[in-house]
């Protein structure tokens, strides 16, 4: 039984990894930019009937890099032909942009390839489980962890540790400065938005193998990715990491205590505790542009 218990906690922290990939690129493009991404969620379906697509002619690992730079220029092209029209605007109009934005892309979705959920088989150098003693665990979900690992470890170094990240981070606290320096924004929102959605499009191929492919399968993970910048903070990424490792803690422990079907009600309840205690989130960072 314990077993068991162990094992969807594990699960719930799986959960929180893809939750924390798609909402580190929904806190980076509304912190720099002020555009509240409801289209994120789209991308992340994108990505997961990229990897239908592109895995018979380039295999799964070809899928999970040509997938994400595919959505990557996808999103180039909706950066400069709609968000740069609304970076000055209330984000309100900016919610609107994307609700319509995600409709179009789902409805696409759903016109090409169907309503009809679609199997996505697992890679067969991924099968399989790992043995430690008594816990048995599976082979792809240890390799899905890994590799948001190492996306989320890539994206701080970036950040924190290159010429590009200072620059993005100086943005997201006060543009303005960066304006008196002759620094323009408009090139690093371009970067910053396709990285965002290449990120939630890589969550996408990697939960392909997990559940059926179809068109709504971005909506509860665009919902959850949203409780967890809202309990992490706006403009912090350990806070999306900590509110993303929590969220699944807690999805997990709900399941794990024979309650599945409160485990999203338990996330709902976690960021109106969270909101009341600290509105501005666990971690949130004063953002002049938007005070």
Not at 13 to 40: P, T
Not at 48 to 77: D, E, K, N, Q, R
Not at 197 to 221: C, R
């Amino acid at each position: 039984m314990t077993l068991v218990f162990l094992s969807q906690l594990l699960n719930g922290l799986l959960d929180g990894f893809y939750y924390m990939l798609i909402a580190l690129g929904l806190s980076l493009i509304f912190s720099l930019g002020g555009i509240v991404n409801l289209a994120h969620g789209a991308f992340f379906t994108l990505g997961a009937y990229l990897a239908l697509v592109l895995t018979p002619h380039i295999g799964f690992f070809g899928a999970l890099i040509v997938g994400p730079l595919i959505a990557a220029g996808v999103a180039m092209v909706v950066e400069r032909t709609l968000f740069t029209r609304f970076y000055r605007e209330d984000p309100l109009y900016s919610l609107l942009l994307t609700f319509g934005l995600a409709m179009i892309i789902e409805q696409s979705l759903r016109w090409y390839f169907g309503a009809s959920p679609r199997a996505y088989s697992m890679p067969n150098e991924l099968r399989g489980q790992v043995f430690m003693r008594d816990f048995v665990y599976s082979r792809y979900r240890f390799f899905l962890i890994g590799i948001a690992v190492a996306t989320v470890a890539a994206v701080w170094v970036l950040l924190n540790r290159t010429a590009f990240g200072r620059i993005v981070r100086a943005g997201i606290q006060n543009p303005d400065i960066l304006g008196t320096l002759g620094i323009s924004l408009r090139p690093y929102l371009s970067a910053v938005v396709a990285i965002a959605i290449a990120i939630a499009a890589l969550a996408g191929v990697l939960m392909a193998p997990l559940q059926p492919v179809h068109p709504m399968m971005g909506v509860e993970v665009g919902t959850a990715a949203f409780v967890v910048v809202v309990i992490g903070g706006l403009g912090s990424f350990w806070g999306v990491v900590v509110a993303a490792l929590l969220v699944g803690l807690v999805k997990g422990l709900m399941i794990g205590i024979g309650y599945t079907q409160y485990s999203m009600l338990a996330i709902y309840l976690l960021m109106f505790v969270v909101l009341f205690l600290r509105p501005r989130g666990l971690f949130g960072e004063r953002i002049t542009r938007f005070e």
